[in-house]
């Protein structure tokens, strides 16, 4: 038979529509173009024009359509009719579902306001849900950040005004060397993929330090296969080496950094340790004009790293000796260090050769003229072409806040940050501690809370704490036990709010977060805290609301769901208030708007908030009147001003009658504006502003021209974080405000000024012997946490997780494919299929994060692979450690944030019999949706 | 049987870095989006969110684990779809004359109005690169995005295949491989591009680019390819001696 060639239509109609929206698929944010047949979604792929992702999209993003058609989509407002996790509800109306939360609320409201405890997921929203959380006046309110990942944050802006994470990212043109640390996916999903396709173009070389060579360390050029929770050792060893050679930036220490800031160095003082300041209370440096001290931002100042200074009889040391005296010493040398961290001595030198050879040998110039905050002109910027970009795998240990300081100090020796071919950030940062809100916990019955909920320490003075010393929070955030903890800590409120400790509440308000399930330690634990009841019969957490779009094991736990819509049906604004979408070279924010009316009784649920707030008549949602500010969530986005000519989104604002960027009055055709630019707006920094934004005059007053700043505020970076200091000099019995005695030890070694390295906490509490074997999870690539699995695209790429066997541990047990392994904690043991791997830590064993689902939730079939061979490791971890005979129970956290330690985790594995199922297995979850169809064809006839 | 094409004006295909693929199948489900909704049937899920989901896919990433003589293991990313070969033996063993290869561009397609789902394309293929539907029982496979690539209805930056469009990593690039000035024929060139399993004789038109070696910097015994950094300072004279040294650099 002869090849015959049918004429095919080669130009057929895409759509009718393309409509701009902004992905939300993970918290990566990229800009989608939504293809629109006869009014339905028929494709979604990526906006070219968008700054997040410039037209690429991931395996997620391109799944969109399945998300937003999973059968596992919540239909109608639900109220309990069964016992608490028996899944069984009623549908009811909007007006019943507000009805009953504002009966219990608004109570509460008046009454005391802490008896609520608002913690809101995975929220993009966190500067509106916050600001309802601080008009409704409780003082226990925060996101996910506390059980993901603070101390990335929190190391961050304490040590350089920002962090890695959507706080910066890398010179992906000019830098040569890319050194990334426990990464598998990020929320800078696209962004990174897009870096180093770019990097590898260029010719450049990639470093992946990770115990598992998965995905971005799959693709690196050097493989680090690190001991879990050793970064921070091998980090400092690089430290010791660098130093050691003097390869390290010495004018950008003195120009930039605190290195140069005087330290009162006489221990028997009660200031031991802070900084010499003057009576304005700025920090002094040794101006080596003059030889006197001085304001270390004063004009024409010439910092001294060497020369010491005595007052009053107190020797005042550079900050510098004390970093060189501390990392030169032995105990950071790559022999001392090896063994511990897996990484041999002469590995550990060669990348530290290689990180000097690019910083200093291939250091280049570009011919950019600046002045700096001292108003010295430069004529160029220097630049050094090594970045670093690190996430969850070094902060989800109980050292974690502490090795994500090293990492910085790392990169602030090589003077890399914010120079060219180094790390940049991104708008609204650089943006020191000084620029961030203090924690606020002031309640009172009826009133707003006195400020906004999260912030930034500065001493012990701005804990948390009542007045007889008891934790304000339900989280017990800012408190002895972590006083840090800027992002409150989400992994603590159910237990303590089940234990009464530190005091009892009445409604826990969840949104976005699957807590009876994959986003908790202890799962069973708090199964079992959900749904326990008092000696009267009533629930020990008398009221449970919880939103949440899809048929999540969480909603099986709550009284009340009020069901969130897709993210193709609702409003929504990626803000420069909040967590935003710019660029290093550009300042952005996005929009979400319906490109699809719900055809469910759904709402959007910051609409929601609205309107109990409305209903409530909550102070910053109400005008003098009584009437209503806002209809609903768009009204918001629109109109509320966080103080005059600031709000949600910064693009086409009012400036008399014309539009302007930044700074100016409520457009009412605002969002209409966004929806014509394709979801966004970007505004882009000058060329001379780009780099060097910390002490760059120019960009200071562009910050300031765009109401990120109210005012120029250079500053240095904090290599010295004199703030830890005082921490510890209360430990040490110095000041009003005391710790209790059980932690002073801790505080003292832990809250050191200087980033050290100390063990997980897990290390001393259980045997090495009995538990020698680390356990991780990874994010996959194309799932987000427990979403993943409701689309049916996805589950198809990743369906099963078995934990992953390095060679050693598989020949000692004499493991074959197929096999089953019982997989033992301090806390607890499961049964789960393995599989082998030898590109991984020899000691360490790891699975994907979130595949395993409890049976009936996500709209799955009982005998779904994620129900039967599916697992989670949460099972093994608790929230606190276990006893070791002090009468004391040490949380699972890191001591400086609260941090959940997941990756402290130590297990010990053996062999057992083939499974039906992955034990332990529950009881199935009835289920508000049903099971998904058999079969999809999915095309939009048009 | 079916014939092919003496030649063909054009080889369209596929050029994949695998030093650069980090795995993360953003192709592999743009490539389902679009090919579901566009030419042909759709592409089925059957037990969509039961025990045993099969849907059809034109294109797959699978990882393959590599454990080199010297240093440490090594993962590679291998996405894998139709590569339009030259001898096409799915083509020549259609009874129907359903499967082709374009003359224009040298694309293999399939004609579903004549496929009757035997299956014997997919059996002859050595790739595994096609896949029978499980709703329609037609035969499926990657169609270089025939329908986007000439489709004046999209932005010509556009006219390039779902997955190359998409992909994040920029590690898969499309051009005319008969073409030796074509940015692909050179990249081909530069990087040593290879068949996949030349000596089934299909000539596959599509081409990958081997991973870069690794872990060079430095192996087990520290003979690494760089100079380690001498200390400023003799140990003997420690931290003042470093101090003294160091400073004086200002």
Redesign the interface.
């Known amino acids: 038979?002869?090849?015959?060639?049918?004429t095919?239509?080669?130009?057929?109609?895409?759509s009718d529509e393309v409509r701009k929206t902004t992905c939300y698929m993970c918290a990566c944010r990229c800009g989608i173009n939504v293809?629109m047949?006869d009014g339905e979604v028929?494709?979604?792929?990526?906006n070219?024009d968008h700054p997040v992702?410039k037209?690429?999209?991931?395996?997620?993003?391109?799944?969109g359509?399945m998300q937003h058609n999973a059968?596992s989509r919540l239909r109608a407002p639900l109220k309990r009719v069964g016992p608490r996790g028996s899944g069984q509800f009623e549908e009811i109306s909007w007006d019943e579902a507000l009805d009953i939360a504002a009966g219990w609320l608004a109570p509460l409201r008046e009454t005391d306001p802490s008896k609520l405890a608002f913690f809101t997921g995975r929220d993009q929203s966190q500067s509106f849900t916050s600001f309802w959380a601080q008009n409704f006046g409780t003082p226990n309110y925060a996101a996910h950040g506390g059980f993901c990942s603070v101390n990335m944050a929190a190391a961050g802006i304490y040590t350089m005004g920002g962090a890695f994470w959507e706080f910066g990212q890398p010179d992906w043109d000019r830098t040569k060397l890319f050194m990334l640390f426990g990464v598998a996916e990020d929320h800078d999903?696209?962004p990174i993929?897009?870096g180093?396709?770019?990097l590898?173009?260029q010719g450049g070389r990639i470093?992946g330090v990770n115990p598992i060579?998965?995905?971005?360390n799959?693709?690196?050029?050097?493989?680090v296969?690190i001991t879990p929770g050793t970064d921070g050792l091998f980090i400092l060893a690089l430290v010791h080496?660098?130093?050691?050679?003097?390869?390290?930036d010495?004018?950008y220490l003195?120009q930039f950094t605190n290195a140069p800031v005087l330290v009162n160095s006489d221990p028997a003082s009660p200031e031991h340790g802070l900084f010499l300041r003057n009576d304005a209370g700025q920090p002094l440096v040794m101006d080596r004009s003059t030889g006197e001290p001085a304001p270390f931002d004063q004009p024409g100042v010439r910092p001294?790293?060497?020369a010491v200074w005595e007052k009053d009889g107190v020797v005042h040391r550079p900050v510098?000796?004390l970093l060189?005296?501390r990392y030169?010493s032995a105990e950071y040398g790559p022999d001392a260090v090896a063994g511990r961290c897996g990484v041999?001595?002469?590995?550990i030198?060669?990348?530290?050769?290689?990180l000097?050879?690019v910083a200093f040998d291939e250091a280049f110039e570009l011919p950019i003229a600046w002045t700096d905050f001292r108003g010295t002109r430069h004529t160029s910027m220097k630049g050094r072409p090594v970045s670093f970009h690190a996430m969850r795998g070094i902060s989800a240990h109980s050292n974690g806040f502490q090795t994500c300081r090293s990492l910085h100090l790392l990169q602030i020796l090589l003077g890399t940050v914010e120079v060219p071919g180094g790390f940049r950030f991104k708008p609204p940062y650089p943006k020191p501690v000084s620029a961030h809100p203090k924690p606020h916990y002031g309640v009172q019955a009826g009133k707003p809370l006195d400020g906004p909920h999260l912030g930034f320490v500065r001493g012990p003075e701005d804990l948390a704490l009542k007045e007889d010393g008891t934790p304000a929070r339900i989280d017990k955030a800012f408190t002895w036990e972590n006083p840090m903890s800027s992002h409150g800590l989400m992994h603590m409120v159910i237990s303590n709010a089940h234990a009464g400790d530190p005091y009892k509440i009445d409604t826990l308000f969840m949104y976005m977060a699957n807590m009876s399930w994959n986003s908790t330690m202890n799962t069973s634990g708090v199964m079992n805290m959900l749904t326990d009841k008092d000696e009267h019969g009533a629930y020990v957490i008398p009221h449970i609301i919880y939103s949440d779009a899809y048929s999540s094991e969480m909603v099986a736990y709550a009284d009340l769901i009020l069901p969130d819509t897709t993210y193709l049906e609702r409003h929504d604004c990626i803000s420069l208030l909040d967590r935003p979408i710019c660029e290093a070279d550009a300042a952005a924010d996005a929009i979400r708007w319906p490109v699809v009316e719900p055809d469910r009784d759904v709402r959007g649920f910051q609409t929601v908030l609205v309107q109990l707030a409305n209903k409530m008549q909550l102070p910053g949602f109400t005008n003098a009147d009584g009437s209503a500010k806002y209809e609903d969530y768009a009204d918001y986005i629109v109109n509320h001003e966080r103080k005059p000519g600031i709000g949600p989104l910064a693009g086409w604002r009012m400036n008399g009658n014309e539009t302007s960027h930044g700074r100016g009055a409520p457009n009412l055709e605002q969002i209409n504006r966004y929806i014509e630019n394709g979801g966004f707006f970007v505004s882009h920094i000058p060329e001379d502003c780009a780099y060097m934004k910390p002490w760059n005059a120019g960009y200071q007053d562009w910050a300031v021209e765009m109401g990120l700043y109210d005012a120029p505020q250079p500053y240095i970076f904090d290599v010295y974080v004199e703030t830890m200091r005082k921490f510890q000099l209360a430990a040490e019995g110095n000041g009003a405000r005391q710790p209790p005695d059980h932690l002073r030890a801790r505080i003292r070694e832990t809250l050191d000024p200087l980033p050290i390295w100390y063990p997980p906490f897990e290390d001393s509490h259980v045997s090495e012997d009995n538990y020698p074997v680390h356990a991780l999870t990874q994010r996959p690539?194309?799932m987000y946490h427990s979403w993943g699995t409701?689309n049916?695209?996805?589950?198809?790429?990743h369906?099963r997780n078995p934990l992953y066997v390095p060679t050693a541990i598989w020949q000692a047990n004499g493991f074959a494919e197929g096999d089953w392994a019982s997989v033992t904690s301090v806390h607890g043991s499961i049964t789960v299929p393995v599989a082998h791997?030898?590109?991984?830590n020899s000691n360490t064993v790891w699975t994907w994060n979130a595949i395993g689902k409890r049976k009936g939730a996500w709209?799955?079939?009982e005998?779904?692979?994620e129900a039967?061979k599916g697992f989670l490791l949460n099972h093994l971890i608790h929230e606190l450690l276990p006893p070791k005979g002090d009468g004391l129970r040490w949380a699972n956290s890191d001591p400086v944030t609260g941090q959940a330690a997941w990756f402290d985790l130590r297990v010990r594995i053996e062999k057992a019999r083939p499974q039906a199922e992955a034990q332990p297995a529950f009881d199935k979850l009835g289920s508000p949706v049903g099971?998904?169809?058999?079969?999809?064809?999915?095309?939009?006839k048009s | 049987?079916?014939?092919?094409?003496k030649s063909t004006e054009k080889q369209l295909g596929l050029v994949i870095d695998l030093?650069?693929?980090?795995?993360?199948?953003?192709c592999?489900?743009?490539c389902?989006?679009?090919n579901?909704?566009?030419y042909g049937?759709?592409l089925?899920?059957?037990?969509?969110?039961?025990?045993?989901?099969?849907?059809t896919?034109l294109n797959r990433v699978h990882?393959y684990?590599v454990?080199p003589e010297t240093g440490?293991?090594?993962?590679?990313?291998f996405p894998k779809s139709c590569l339009h070969c030259e001898d096409a033996p799915c083509?020549t063993v259609?009874?129907?004359?359903a499967s082709?290869?374009?003359?224009?561009d040298g694309i293999v397609?399939v004609?579903e109005?004549q496929c009757i789902g035997c299956g014997l394309c997919a059996w002859a293929c050595p790739y595994g690169a096609r896949e029978l539907d499980?709703?329609?029982k037609v035969m499926k496979k990657c169609t270089l995005c025939?329908?986007r690539i000439?489709?004046?209805?999209?932005p010509e930056?556009d006219r390039v295949p779902?997955c190359v469009?998409?992909?994040?990593?920029?590690?898969r690039h499309f051009g005319d491989l008969s073409d030796p000035s074509s940015d692909v024929s050179q990249l081909v060139r530069e990087r040593d591009g290879m068949d996949l399993m030349p000596e089934q004789g299909t000539k596959p038109a599509n081409k990958y680019l081997p991973?870069?070696p690794?872990?060079?910097?430095?192996v087990?015994?520290?003979q690494?390819e760089?100079?380690?950094?001498?200390?400023?300072a003799e140990e003997a004279k420690?931290?003042v001696g470093?101090?003294d040294?160091?400073?004086d650099?200002?």
């Open positions: 038979m002869t090849s015959i060639s049918p095919i239509n080669l130009s057929p109609k895409v293809h047949k028929a494709y979604i792929e990526g070219r992702n037209g690429v999209l991931c395996a997620k993003g391109s799944a359509i059968p999903s696209n993929k897009m180093i396709g770019r590898k173009a470093i060579r998965t995905g971005y799959a693709v690196a050029d050097e493989w296969g080496e660098l130093l050691k050679a003097g390869k390290i010495l004018e003195a001294d790293m060497a510098m000796h060189a005296e030169l041999a001595a002469d590995r030198r060669d990348i530290a050769a290689e000097a050879r690539m194309a409701q049916a695209w996805l589950r198809q790429i369906g791997m030898a590109a991984l709209a799955l079939s005998d779904a692979t039967t099971v998904g169809p058999d079969t999809l064809t999915w095309k939009v | 049987m079916t014939t092919l094409p030093d650069t693929c980090v795995g993360c199948h953003a592999v489900v743009s389902k989006g679009w579901t909704e566009n049937a759709p089925a899920d059957l037990d969509a969110y039961g025990a045993d989901p099969v849907g896919f990882s684990e454990e440490p293991a090594q993962l590679i990313h083509v259609c009874p129907t004359g082709y290869k374009r003359v224009e397609l004609n109005d499980g709703a329609e025939v329908d000439y489709n004046e209805n999209l930056e779902a469009r998409t992909c994040p990593a920029g590690a991973p870069r690794k872990d060079k910097i430095s087990e015994s520290g690494g760089i100079p380690q950094l001498t200390p400023v420690g931290f470093w101090l040294r160091m400073l650099k200002i």
